[in-house]
């Protein structure tokens, strides 16, 4: 075996620890997102017993155009978790975004939206004072009442 032999096969040993300890964190953070996903999902499901107890009505749930102007018909019912419309719950404890992409066919037809994994915190990475701990906007939500959207 020669020197370059013992360099080259360090390289790979070194390669291969790195490519094992990037899945692993990879899967960490998965693991991590769906427990949070989890958490998040009890707290909607408790969100809409406590709405139908307080007797606050769901509403058709509508979904903005990235244009930010046009709304579209989404077939979905429940209730605005923000002002503005921008995210949602359905009567099944089910999270959406709100949003859509610009299109003619929507705004004669409706649009599609599918539903994510709910966060622990709403808004995060977006500007500065929007991102909430999912716990604080529901009840905030709660709170308000039928009185919410601000559109």
Request: hydrophobic residues 40%; aromatic residues 6%.
């Amino acid at each position: 075996m020669t020197a370059d032999d013992g360099d080259a096969r360090r390289a790979d040993d070194w390669a291969a620890r790195r490519g094992d300890a990037a899945a692993e964190q990879a899967a960490r953070l998965a693991r991590q997102r769906g427990a949070e996903a989890d958490e998040a999902r009890l707290l909607l499901a408790d969100f809409v017993r406590q709405a139908r107890d307080r007797g606050i009505a769901p509403v058709a749930l509508r979904a903005r155009a990235i244009n930010g102007r046009t709304l579209y018909r989404t077939g979905l019912t429940g209730w605005y978790l923000r002002r503005n419309g921008s995210l949602g719950v359905d009567e099944d404890g089910e999270f959406y975004i709100l949003s859509a992409p610009t299109s003619l066919t929507a705004r004669l037809r409706g649009t599609t939206v599918a539903p994510s994994d709910p966060p622990l915190v709403a808004g995060v990475g977006g500007r500065d004072g929007e991102s909430m701990p999912l716990r604080d906007l529901l009840r905030l939500r709660l709170e308000a009442g039928s009185d919410w959207i601000d559109r």
